[in-house]
């Protein structure tokens, strides 16, 4: 069902739009909104001021469920994931982030809202490399859950949100994943496991330091990423596979590079590799992690591109984080906030949210935060709606007097720095 307005949208199809595209988050104090509006054909229009304002207010008015990069098929009326936002320094406080809509929206399209797919249509979309295609199958309802168990395993965060939404069926999945995981399991059950239908169970074989070197090979080849590079940090692969595997993750695409060397725990060769890479934005990657090796640093620091400039500057920002409380008393609590409101992160926000003796204060004083709403939007004791929708759309809340969110602005086309 559409989140926007029927006449609205006719109106849309009379000027020719067929598609928007846009990316709808949070940065600084603001909710940002990029777009790219699309006929029928697939070709970037131009529109009237006036048309494209009323776009961008209707997108921002919206109730959409939470921020991220969409795609609204006006024909349909479908608005779903699509496209990506990726940070290049900082986080959603503040620093640089891209946002690229690549990939095929008519295949996501179809696969989020084909009524009546084959098995060997969901088939393809369940086994694709392209995470945004196992987002839209896992969204279509339509489509049988014994059809889509392997999602039920998969490695992406984003499937994994969505499969939430389907019933939880009986599988042995966890069962699985202890067997693989399990250094004491026998290796021709570790070789049966590597062919497992959920890639988490393909990652723990991979992490396992007594895999048979040969099922390591095979895994070494497995579409999903996160399963190579278990492949790569474990300590029996043979040279000959480590070799191969550091050579794919140090020529792989450029947005796959920059998400290991800023997420991923890496070998040193790799991360050395990627502290000296051609494209600034992985340098910049690598400059904000924690574990980063003092002579990498310092390698770093005398780079003069701005990007690790800026990620540097951030990363003094969080040098003197303190550690957090588990147990999650009252200081430890507004301790966090304390640091969101500074901009400095937050350490430990995600178990924050889910914490049983969540203050109410500090529940009010995080609603709207991004990275405290999924947390938050799982808490029995938060079930309003409204509120849930108000929450998504304000900066980081002052008790008592949170703030109206800011209308967004009208950023540049793919790359945009803010304050």
Request: negative net charge; aromatic residues 6%; hydrophobic residues 40%.
């Amino acid at each position: 069902m559409s989140v926007f307005p029927a006449g609205f949208t006719r109106r849309l199809h009379r000027a020719g739009v067929s598609r928007v595209q846009f990316a709808y988050h949070w940065h600084s104090d603001e909710t940002q909104l990029e777009l790219e509006v699309l006929d029928e054909d697939g070709q970037a229009l131009t529109l009237p001021p006036e048309l494209e304002g009323e776009i961008r207010e209707a997108i921002d008015s919206a109730d959409l469920g939470g921020y991220g990069t969409y795609l609204w098929d006006l024909a349909s009326g479908e608005v779903m994931p699509f496209g990506q936002l990726s940070y290049l320094t900082g986080d959603s406080l503040g620093g640089t982030y891209q946002v690229t809509f690549s990939g095929d929206p008519e295949e996501v399209l179809a696969a989020r809202s084909t009524l009546d797919p084959t098995r060997e249509q969901v088939n393809a979309w369940v086994a694709s490399p392209d995470a945004k295609l196992r987002v839209a199958v896992a969204g279509n309802l339509s489509v049988p859950d014994a059809w889509v168990t392997p999602l039920y395993g998969d490695l992406d965060p984003s499937v994994v949100q969505i499969m939430e939404d389907r019933p939880r069926i009986t599988l042995p999945l966890s069962a699985h994943l202890t067997e693989a995981g399990n250094p004491m399991t026998l290796p021709r059950t570790l070789d049966t496991l590597a062919r497992s239908e959920w890639a988490q169970v393909r990652r723990a074989v991979a992490a396992n330091p007594s895999t048979p070197g040969r099922t390591l090979a095979d895994l070494a080849g497995d579409p999903e990423w996160r399963i190579r590079l278990a492949v790569l940090k474990n300590p029996s692969v043979g040279d000959d596979v480590r070799s191969a595997l550091l050579a794919f993750f140090s020529g792989a695409d450029v947005n796959l590079r920059r998400t290991v060397a800023r997420n991923e725990p890496i070998p040193p060769n790799l991360l050395g590799a990627y502290a000296t890479d051609p494209d600034p934005t992985v340098r910049a990657a690598v400059m904000g992690r924690a574990d980063l090796p003092a002579e990498l640093l310092e390698h770093l620091r005398a780079d003069p591109h701005p990007l690790v400039q800026e990620a540097h500057a951030y990363r003094e920002d969080g040098t003197d984080k303190e550690p957090f409380d588990p147990s999650w008393p009252p200081e430890e609590q507004w301790r966090v906030v304390g640091q969101l409101r500074e901009g400095r992160g937050g350490s430990g926000l995600s178990d924050l949210t889910r914490t049983p003796n969540l203050l109410p204060e500090i529940r009010a004083a995080l609603l709207g935060h991004p990275a405290a709403s999924y947390g938050l939007l799982q808490r029995q004791d938060l079930t309003d709606a409204r509120t849930l929708r108000d929450g998504r759309v304000r900066p980081l809340a002052r008790v008592g007097a949170a703030r109206p969110a800011t209308r967004g602005r009208v950023l540049p086309e793919a790359t945009a720095r803010t304050g």
